[in-house]
């Protein structure tokens, strides 16, 4: 038995911290937090300072019985959770469950996974900050406190089974209020004026722009007709020196940002694989607000830079964290060895690493040099000058490496800069072309993942820990979508001057269409509206800041955490007692105007299933008529006609091959139905819009991509599309087509390939299999489990070895010693459920005529 035991949170994590230490060392896995707030009740007794009530969950009922016997016979236990905040409760809840005793324990952190840096926590531990860890209870506590008083008043005054947070109810305020202005905004149009000029030396060319843009197509049309017979020359000149510096290394938020903008990494995908890097050793800890650097990190950078580049690329800089809550960690996020230019396995985190590697050297290079020059262009029939603008670069410095990059809607009509030829003042030019725009205002943007973490950055909500978990809290909740949308078709006016002629033509371009984007819905604004109504505190921005603020207090020692409860929960409480007694009940209803056909109100609202329209009222003799509204619609958004066109769905179209044909909108979206075949429409087509000829269109692809492509043992093989992608079916198995293989043209060779693997899989995949009892052992790829019903347990260590069982080990076990097993997770597993009382018959009572 090793003399020390080391536990840390992942399995990941003590894989490689195990290879540094020596044989007196045994470091475990607590696989993240070992106990939590009980559930299924609040867990917080208030009248005694928010006391806690803390279970440790069925799932790590084994992994904490292991701890403690390993803990017993340990001389030292070393306790090497993360170092924010949630590590130090880790450790904390570890210290408490595991019942350690002082004198044997010790805390050590580190920011990196190296060898040195592991075996200098070593030699300086130190004891459990509790600052730390009330900072964590704090937010623990405050969240559920929220969250248990907050979800029922939902349920009674919006709809069943909603909930609120404290961090995720601001970030849905955000989205909506973003939604709201892009709803309002009303588009202005102007005119653009470019031009291209000739030097009259060579194929040289200049390519210009009016300053200033022309509100009327008559203005416009007025400065083209002007230059009719104009000429053109330089009237001023000017060339000076430029620079552009490096940005920082990256904090949890701008890593966040910048793997979205370049790699399209979701938040939530940026983490996990950063927690992987830095698990494996390869990057330094991810969740941080510093930009600061080690000395030991600069003088690594600087010596890789000098070595790879050059000594000229080499800048030594120091940079300043500029928020005023930072606090999770002391370094950013670099890598831990700056000579590993690129790591191998897993593409994903190749391509994040690299990202890190490229910003954090760059970060200490020199900065790009530019020679910069503005040239004005005189028309000698007008007074105002065309400006031509470009820029050579002198030294690539730091751009060697890395260019940051910006959202796309940050600025408007961004071209490449151009590069001008050698000019003088004074110096004559040719017209070639000279064009008037149109081009209109555009409305604010909306937000993307990476986008919204930036603003919750900029307002103080949150912190590196919670961007990610907030993000997919409110899509998962149903608050907000991520998808993309198709922009709508616009015309716009251009004029041309050419060659002594103007030209006038009308063109089209696709406007609003957005990629992965977030978009709040009908019952996220609802929801929103109403908490902003009544509990203007929860979601208001200064105030949740003030929070994150206290939060920082309590970690520094500067604030006592249950004064800082007790003067948010007593008016938060008297809050939700009110509500619960005078609120109206939330439906976002808003009163469209009056059906022509009938004269009733026509109102649209949040209902029971989701958003509908409504004509008629509520209380009417005459019961309302109701209609769903479609995927692309909202209710805040929607118009009387549009509502109205719902109530033609469902619709008759003529039979087509014997079989009736009809079109309507289910519980999965709009569909033509064939007999009795449902055939989904395809997205973002609407269906109202389905004739005779495009409902046959439907139904004969879907008849095509039913048919079989091939067959494999004498039975038949076909193809489709799903939601993970394309895939073939056989033999009731579906099996994901890779990108390796062209879909389209998928070879028998290729069906037989997919089929023979997909196979053999399944056939690997049980050790063992126990089909009525709905229980298995499978092979899983972090290793075998238990599957018990739709569960995925672990199985521990062998008993009689102390060791992880052996294949041959797995196939011996017998059902009853892995029903134990599964018992010792999921406690009354087998217990019998108490019968359900038959629902007593239905009377019935004869009706006659």
């Known amino acids: 038995m090793a003399k020390n035991l080391l536990i840390v949170e992942s399995p990941a994590k003590a894989k490689t911290i195990e290879g540094y230490l020596g044989k007196d060392f045994l470091v475990k896995s607590s696989y993240g937090h070992i106990r939590d707030l009980v559930k299924g009740d609040m867990g917080i007794d208030i009248s005694k300072d928010f006391a806690q009530t803390y279970e440790v969950p069925a799932d790590k009922k084994q992994v904490v019985t292991e701890l403690k016997k390993l803990a017993k016979n340990a001389e030292m236990v070393w306790l090497a959770s993360d170092e924010d905040r949630e590590g130090e409760a880790i450790s ?10 002082e004198n044997r324990t010790k805390r050590i952190v580190f920011h990196e996974i190296t060898k040195p840096a592991i075996l200098k926590a070593i030699d300086n531990p130190r004891t459990i900050d509790y600052n730390l860890v009330y900072a964590q209870q704090a937010r623990r506590v405050l969240d559920r406190l929220v969250g248990f008083e907050l979800s029922p008043v939902l349920w009674k005054k919006v709809k069943p089974s909603l909930s609120a947070g404290r961090v995720q109810s601001v970030a849905v305020r955000i989205i909506v209020e973003r939604e709201r202005e892009i709803n309002n905004f009303r588009a202005s149009a102007a005119f653009k004026i470019t031009a291209i000029f ?7 060319l200049v390519k210009a ?28 000149l000017d060339t000076r020196p430029a620079k552009r510096n490096p940005a920082p290394p990256f904090t949890t938020s701008t890593l966040q940002q910048e793997a979205s903008r370049k790699l399209g990494y979701s938040v939530s995908r940026t983490m996990q694989l950063a927690q992987r890097l830095y698990e494996a050793g390869k990057i330094t800890y991810m969740r941080t607000d510093s930009v600061n650097l080690s000395d030991t990190a600069i003088q690594a950078a600087e010596a890789e830079i000098r070595s790879a580049y050059g000594d000229k690329y080499h800048q030594s800089r120091r940079y300043k964290t500029k928020s005023a809550g930072a606090q999770e960690a002391h370094e950013a996020i670099r890598p831990t060895y700056f000579d590993q230019h690129t790591v191998a396995g897993d593409n994903a985190e190749r391509r994040l690493y690299e990202l890190i590697w490229k910003r954090a050297i760059a970060s200490q290079m020199s900065e790009a040099l530019f020679e910069k020059t503005t040239a004005q262009i005189q028309v000698s029939t007008r007074n105002e000058h065309l400006v031509a603008e470009g820029e050579v670069m002198k030294f690539d410095g730091f751009l060697k490496v890395y260019l940051e990059s910006t959202d796309d809607d940050e600025s408007e009509d961004r071209e490449n800069s151009n590069t001008l030829p050698p000019l003088s003042k004074g110096q004559s030019l040719q017209l070639r072309e000279m064009n008037a725009t149109e081009r209109f205002t555009r409305p604010p943007a909306r937000y993307t993942e990476a986008s919204l973490v930036k603003k919750l950055e900029e307002l103080g909500i949150g912190r590196p820990s919670t961007y990610a978990p907030t993000i997919s809290t409110i899509q998962n909740r149903g608050y907000v979508v991520k998808e993309d ?18 030209t006038k033509m009308t063109r089209s371009e ?102 509908l329209v409504q004509i008629g009222e509520s ?108 895939f073939i079916k056989w033999n009731n198995l579906f099996i994901n087509v890779p990108k390796a293989y062209n879909f389209d043209q998928l070879t028998q060779k290729d069906i037989n390939e ?6 053999e899989k399944e056939a690997n995949r049980y050790i063992q299999n126990w089909e009525t009892e709905k229980i298995a052992i499978e092979n899983g790829r972090w290793g075998p489990f238990i599957r018990f019903g739709k569960q995925m347990l672990k199985l521990g260590n062998n008993p009689a070895t102390k060791q992880k069982y052996t294949a041959e080990e797995l ?35 004869a009706k006659t005529k």
């Open 619 to 726: 209380d009417d003799e005459e019961k309302p008529r109701y209609a769903s509204l479609l995927k692309s619609q909202s209710v805040g958004t929607i118009r009387l006609e549009e509502a109205l066109e719902l109530f033609r769905l469902p619709f008759q179209l003529e039979d087509f091959e014997g079989k009736e044909v009809s079109v309507g909108v289910g519980r999965f979206g709009p569909y033509v139905k064939w007999g009795e075949a449902y055939i989904s429409i395809p997205k973002n087509e609407d269906p109202l819009s389905i004739t005779q000829d495009r409902a046959i269109e439907i139904i004969n692809e879907k008849v095509s991509t039913d048919a079989p492509v091939a067959t494999y043992q004498d039975l038949p093989v076909t193809k489709g599309k799903g939601r993970f992608g394309p």
């Open 811 to 845: 196939g011996a076990l017998s059902l009853d010693d892995v029903k134990k097993m599964i018992e010792s997770q999921v406690p009354d597993a087998f217990q019998a459920k108490p019968a359900k009382k038959k629902a007593a018959a239905k009377k019935t009572t």
């Open 485 to 502: 949308r198709e922009g709508k078709e616009r015309k716009f006016q251009t004029m041309q001057l050419s060659g002594g002629q103007l």
């Open 92 to 101: 904390w809840h570890l210290y408490e469950t595991l019942g350690l005793q």
């Open 209 to 236: 722009e009016l300053p200033q843009r022309f509100e009327t197509a008559a203005d416009a049309e007025k400065f083209l007709g002007d230059c009719i017979n104009a000429s053109f020359a330089i009237a001023a």
């Open 510 to 611: 696709v406007t609003g269409a957005e990629k992965a984007k977030l978009f709040p819905t009908d019952i996220g604004e609802v929801v929103n509206d109403f908490l902003v109504e009544h509990f203007k505190g929860i979601v208001d921005f200064n105030f949740t800041a003030k929070v994150e603020k206290e939060f920082d207090e309590i970690a520094q020692g500067l604030k006592e955490w249950t004064e800082m409860l007790h003067s948010f929960y007593n008016p938060f409480h008297n809050e939700v007692e009110n509500t619960l007694e005078t609120a109206e009940r939330a439906t976002g209803e808003r009163l469209l105007g009056t059906d022509p056909a009938t004269g009733k109100n026509v109102y649209t609202k949040v209902g029971r299933f989701g958003p």
């Open 754 to 759: 997919l089929i023979d693997k997909k196979l």
């Open 198 to 204: 000739g030097t009259g030396t060579g194929k040289e």
